[in-house]
């Protein structure tokens, strides 16, 4: 009954910016982390950036200083705010988030459809 859904994403040009949102919908008692990993061709999805209760965001090495990563709980949302975009960002991004649906659930990680960001001049 969880949904994640992405928007945000794009066609930009190298050194420029994106923002990309996602919003947890449905049946959801708590939200324990929420985060971003991407997708390239031919490539493993890999952890873009992510932040957990409590806790300072957790970036890849290849994004640090670019990109920052945020948290709105009355929201159930989380943001991701890229900046000086490469070539090599190009992927598909998949919000992922940690929710309990209820007291009684455990825990378990859920995935959005994905969204596009393409850098290319």
């Known amino acids: 009954q969880v949904q994640l859904v992405e928007s945000g994403g794009g066609l930009v040009q190298p050194g420029g910016s994106l923002r990309l949102s996602c919003a947890a919908s449905?049946?959801?008692?708590?939200?324990?982390?929420m985060g971003w990993y991407r997708q390239a061709p031919g490539k493993q999805r890999e952890l873009v950036a992510t932040?957990?209760?409590?806790?300072?965001?957790n970036y890849a090495d290849s994004v640090k200083g670019r990109f920052t990563v945020s948290r709105d709980n009355a929201k159930n949302t989380v943001y991701l705010q890229m900046n000086s975009l490469k070539p090599e960002d190009t992927a598909v991004y998949y919000c992922?988030?940690?929710?309990?649906?209820?007291?009684?659930?455990?825990?378990?990680?859920?995935w959005g459809q994905g969204t596009q960001v393409t850098v290319s001049s």
């Open positions: 932040v957990a209760n409590s806790q300072s965001p």
């Open positions: 449905g049946r959801i008692f708590s939200i324990f982390a």
């Open positions: 992922y988030a940690e929710i309990m649906e209820s007291r009684w659930t455990n825990k378990g990680s859920y």
